[in-house]
């Protein structure tokens, strides 16, 4: 077999296109899930869609799915895909690369009037980011579970916009979308994806074979103490929060990734009431996202964070609230799809590495419902969820090659 | 010299009675500064004023003043008083019980029919909570300096009401009062007020003797590191400014305030960019309040938070940017006056202790173009703006009498 040969051109310009649906400043993109930003892209590709004559569906949880039928529509379909959203301030091709080489296979297929045994859909999954609305993945968390969690109904997002309200809306932006169940069967899931770490960049590797990702827990930290005047209260007569949290914080950040270089330590999100610039705070209020590759690492460090910021919550004598908001555990991909990965890639020339990811994707999820694998490339330094994301023009087409040519081993066989 | 017989009762009953206007549900005061409550508390006390045949006063930034006339009219007059303007979740004695007392002491000098060399004239300031209008203190500051700042013009309340419309519309509300000129001579300035904070309370003493009131600066620290992947970034490619500001904080309040018994440092506000949980921030704002009762102090503690913040900025590769957005000098009352306070206090048969001011009040502007002195009363728990805010009734009348003794001192010589 020779590889995959897709139009290279088509797929970088289409980059282009969608990176300027919520593009920044500084060459980044802003377009967070449920936003008008956001059903514009997706209106944007359910438009390319049909213009190939793709059938286009959507779900409740507004999972955009774009069919191309195969010859045996009773199979279950091959997946294919990533998402559209991206964080605040983030790059042109963390999910964006890989819904658009999952669209550009698909048109290469079409192109070449390739028959498939079983249709190949591309999928652009919901919120996988989690920045607007927590937890990300909602789309493949929900496609795996088939139900969406009663508790998204009420939830609010930074901005104050409902959840419920926003999904109804994005629902509505693509009225021409057929309504398909949450879930269904399918034969496997391949994602591709940036690495967004450095280690492909630093061993001058095109393509990343993702063995399974590491687990993920998000912590909501709230310690609280007493408001009194900043000017006249002295250091015995206050219980002051900040106090506790700088000194809990410092201690962690000197211990956990310091010990452990698997482990990942960041506080992404900080605030304190009732926020005036001369008075004690009450209550400082932050998010901790934990990973580790294994869940005893996982639970041992956040019992470590848990009495880092009791210990010193009674030394000022004020209280902690540490509740875990969100709960990912680490996944492993299964090997017969790692080695078809493997294979597509020697089928494209490719040098590949196998590795870890950092990051949770989709395909943690769908991997609890049907086989997945993941396709890395590198990104300049690493960089990712920032302005500055990069990929190599060269990179993008390789992880789009090794895709078709994974989905010409599975879907055609 | 046997004290100063004042009316308690009357006392008391005025500050219930002003308590009213503006009295929240909680047993509070909510009287917000050129409010039409406001108004209603300088009409009533103007009232008053007529009743006992005192003459009322007004300056162009709507200063209350009440004149008692001396023997020799040509003497500058001896200026006590307060303000009657509070938090939007105030008390009932923040500023009204000085007021108040000054009033009953001008009335037990008419009682008592004593004639003093000088006049003797209550003054209530305008606006010294700064919580609808900032900033606080407009009017003794404007007293000082003789002058309305320009930049005062066009300031909108919280509610959204003009500064200018709202102070033409309170010297319209009190037709009868005649108008003065900003700042005249005065021979001295003494202020009743709540403590704010515990100290008397704690030492079981009913007069503090405040000796100055510490300098307050104000500084805007932003540290700027670079976002990346939370779960994919290596400490190794991590410039966190989260990592940054909880060393740098955690040094400080272990040596600013555990080091000097007089330093006050406290982070009101934080904040966090992107501020999604799953990325490390790419910058970090804070502000700091600084105080100290010497000019010196504040600038080497400054110094030793620019000097912090650069340090551990350094080793993360983030920058700092560090300003001062306010900036106030402590103020040091003259020992002359204080040792008057402290014979009136004997004269009463008070304990005395000499104590700080942690907060700021007109007296600290009056301070600048007359010798001024405050006296304390004990607050429980030492609350205060605060609905909460409490003070014995034998608090209330030590620092009326006090206040009387140190007149006679002062007015009758």
């Given amino acids: 077999m020779q590889g995959f040969a897709i139009n290279s051109e088509r797929l970088l310009a289409r980059l282009q ?13 802003n377009r967070q899930a449920l936003t008008a930003l956001d059903r514009e892209a997706r209106r944007l590709l359910a438009k390319l869609a049909r213009e190939r004559g793709f059938v286009v569906f959507q779900d409740p949880i507004a999972n955009l799915f774009i069919r191309r039928e ?36 698909l048109e290469t297929l079409e192109d070449q009037e390739i028959a498939t045994e079983r249709a190949v859909e591309v999928v652009a999954f919901t919120n996988e980011e989690g920045c607007r609305f927590a937890p990300g993945c909602m789309g493949s968390l929900a496609f795996a579970e088939a139900a969406i969690p009663d508790s998204w109904r009420d939830l609010k997002a930074t901005d104050g916009a409902g959840f419920a309200e926003e999904l109804a809306a ?15 069967p399918v034969s496997a899931y391949l994602e591709v994806h940036i690495e967004q770490g450095p280690s492909l960049e630093h061993q001058g ?37 900040m106090l506790t949290v700088s000194q809990a914080l410092a201690e962690l950040y000197a211990s956990i990734m310091p010990g452990d270089a698997e482990a990942r330590f960041t506080v992404g999100r900080i605030s304190c009431l009732p926020g005036a610039v001369n008075a004690i705070p009450d209550t400082v209020r932050l998010t901790v996202d ?15 964070i848990r ?12 209280g902690t ?49 049907a086989p997945s694998a993941m396709i890395f490339v590198p990104c300049r330094d690493g960089l990712s969820h920032n302005e500055a994301e990069h990929v190599e023009p060269d990179h993008c087409i390789a992880g789009c090659q090794v895709l078709g040519a994974a989905v010409l081993r599975l879907a055609t066989a």
């Fill in 205 to 241: 590797i095109p393509i990343g074979v993702v063995t399974g990702i590491q687990g993920t827990r998000w912590l909501d930290v709230v310690v609280t103490g007493q408001t009194a005047h900043a000017g006249t209260t002295a250091l015995a007569y206050r219980r002051d929060p």
């Fill in 170 to 184: 994005t629902l509505d932006s693509l009225p021409e979308a057929q309504p398909r169940p949450l879930g269904f």
């Fill in 307 to 318: 009495k880092t910021f009791e210990t010193h919550a009674n030394v000022q004598g004020c």
């Fill in 321 to 369: 609230a540490v509740t875990r908001i969100f709960d990912m555990a680490p996944a492993q991909f299964p090997e017969p799809l790692l080695a078809t990965l493997q294979e597509a890639a020697s089928d494209c020339g490719f040098a590949t590495a196998h590795l870890l990811s950092g990051a949770f994707h989709d395909a943690l999820f769908l991997n609890r419902v």
């Fill in 17 to 29: 296109h969608f990176a300027a649906i919520g593009g920044t400043e500084k060459g980044g993109v």
């Fill in 290 to 304: 934990l990973r580790h590759p294994s869940t005893a690492v996982l639970d041992i460090n956040e019992n470590l």
């Fill in 70 to 105: 195969g010859k045996n529509p009773d199979l279950p379909p091959l997946l294919i895909g990533s998402h559209l959203d991206s964080q605040p301030a983030g790059g042109k091709f963390d999910g964006a690369l890989g819904t658009l080489a999952a669209f550009e296979v």
